[in-house]
């Protein structure tokens, strides 16, 4: 079974401050990782995914990924947080192409200025 | 490409109507996925297509939800009779699979009020 878990509804950092988000999985096979964001109103737009190649994978926008296999996690990063970047973040996991996608519950993000 | 086109945007019905949410993928994407998001449980996977054939529909919750995909520019998802508690934000996401997740598009959403 494919599950993710993020850490942290809600999440404030300072405008130019380190972001963060947390995203650890469950997966019994080698899993394909992804991250999007939502702004309000939207649909969710695809920020990067993993699909076993490069642990660290970047994405639009400025942010990249991790994937740590022994930590199973698939944290979020980006170095300078900009106000633009104020969403909703949601992790995703799927066992392979063509199979349904598990999302996390969200992250919130606020960039106080 | 126009993107993803679900209608109508928002939806506002009484408690037995039927409802029809409508999706227009993109075109040459081969895999179709419907969403409800709420607050309460977030996103759920309803159901999904692979070249019109429903692959997954252990998602829809009951039997008032059926979902067509009568070819690769159209998809429905049907709620009759509609109850309050089908409130929520239907998605439709377009992908094409042979890219790798590459392609993937998710539509701006149904909001459904159901009264």
């Known amino acids: 079974a494919q599950s993710v878990t993020q850490l942290g509804s809600h999440v404030s950092v300072s405008e130019g401050a380190l972001v963060l988000l947390r995203c650890n999985y469950s997966?019994?096979?080698?899993?394909?990782l992804f991250w999007y964001v939502q702004y309000p109103n939207q649909g969710l737009q695809l920020l990067l995914k993993?699909?076993?190649?490069?642990?660290l994978v970047k994405g639009i926008n400025g942010f990249e990924a991790e994937f740590k296999k022994s930590e199973t996690s698939f944290h979020l990063t980006k170095p300078s947080a900009h106000m633009s970047d104020a969403a909703e973040y949601f992790c995703?996991?799927?066992?392979?192409?063509?199979?349904?996608?598990?999302f996390g519950t969200g992250t919130s993000l606020t960039v106080i200025p | 490409d126009a993107g993803v086109i679900q209608s109508p945007r928002h939806e506002v019905t009484e408690m037995g109507q039927e409802v029809t949410l409508r999706c227009k993928p993109i075109?040459?994407?081969?895999?179709l996925f419907w969403y409800r998001q709420t607050m309460m449980r977030g996103l759920e996977l309803l159901i999904y297509?692979?070249?019109?054939?429903?692959?997954?529909d252990s998602g829809m919750p009951e039997d008032r939800f059926s979902a067509k995909m009568p070819n690769a520019s159209f998809s429905t998802l049907k709620i009759q009779p509609s109850e309050p508690r089908d409130s929520a934000v239907y998605f439709c996401?377009?992908?094409?699979?042979?890219?790798?997740?590459?392609?993937?598009?998710f539509g701006p959403g149904t909001r459904l009020t159901v009264l």
């Open positions: 995703a996991v799927s066992r392979s192409a063509g199979n349904q996608f598990y």
């Open positions: 997966s019994s096979v080698p899993p394909y």
């Open positions: 993993y699909t076993s190649a490069a642990t």
């Open positions: 075109s040459g994407h081969d895999y």
């Open positions: 297509f692979n070249n019109n054939v429903p692959i997954d």
């Open positions: 996401a377009s992908i094409q699979g042979a890219t790798g997740f590459d392609e993937q598009f």
